[in-house]
């Protein structure tokens, strides 16, 4: 089964800061999802990346995926205390309703 | 946001009993999904549905069922409930297919905890 690992777990950043999460996958990608988690809530949809070379944002968010290294990477620009929260990847090799998720960057924004 | 709730939000229950979980769309979804979330382990697949009355085994589906009479619910039993079924519950859906987007939504989530 496709494994993600996410790195890194948790990154503590002041309000302002640049900052990249990284999604690496043990296998070929064929399509990335990242979400965005609050504390104790559920996941919000962030985008999806399909194609290798694709990249998108969202915001001051963006996401690119690179399939030679069968990895994605989430870059926030000018980090705000609204972007704190826990960052997944997903992956769904054996077709789009079986998505493995990664286990999570934690993201905290000192103003 | 996406029509989605669950029900109960939070419960406690004792090891040994039947719970069942409930999932609602207002969404006219095709797709729903139940995971599970667990510190360390993520989030993970327990069942999903196609379809009314058509279900599948995702990656953690022991001690576990699930049953969609209707479009719009899906239900997730434990069948004798156990510690180690202690987790957040979330159930998601998504409609994917005629080139629209695979995203799927998630609902609230419930916390059980099994003492």
């Known amino acids: 089964s496709q494994e993600l690992e996410q790195s890194p777990q948790s990154l503590i950043v002041q309000e302002g800061k640049n900052l990249t999460i990284n999604c690496t996958s043990s296998?070929?990608?064929?399509?990335l999802y990242w979400y965005k988690q609050k504390y104790g809530e559920g996941l919000i949809f962030l985008m999806m990346?399909?194609?290798?070379?694709e990249e998108k944002s969202h915001e001051k968010i963006t996401a690119k995926l690179d399939e030679k290294k069968q990895q994605s990477s989430l870059h926030i620009t000018a980090s705000q205390p609204s972007h704190a929260g826990i960052y997944l990847c997903?992956?769904?090799?054996?077709?789009?309703?079986?998505?493995?998720f990664g286990t999570g960057t934690k993201l905290q924004v000192i103003p | 946001d996406a029509g989605i709730t669950q029900s109960p939000r939070h419960k406690v229950t004792e090891t040994g009993t039947p719970v069942t979980l409930r999932c609602h769309q207002t969404?006219?979804?095709?797709?729903m999904y139940w995971y599970r979330q667990d510190p360390g382990h993520g989030l993970r697949l327990i069942h999903y549905?196609?379809?009314?009355?058509?279900?599948d085994k995702g990656e953690v589906s022991d001690g576990y069922s699930v049953s969609r009479s209707k479009t719009e619910d899906f239900l997730l039993t434990l069948e004798s409930a156990t510690s180690s079924q202690t987790s957040v519950y979330f159930c998601?859906?998504?409609?994917?297919?005629?080139?629209?987007?695979?995203?799927?939504?998630f609902g609230p989530g419930t916390r059980l905890t099994v003492t």
């Open positions: 998601a859906i998504s409609d994917p297919g005629g080139g629209s987007s695979y995203e799927q939504y």
């Open positions: 296998k070929t990608l064929y399509g």
């Open positions: 990346l399909q194609k290798g070379g």
């Open positions: 997903g992956a769904a090799p054996g077709g789009y309703q079986k998505v493995t």
């Open positions: 969404e006219n979804h095709r797709y």
């Open positions: 549905s196609y379809g009314v009355k058509d279900t």
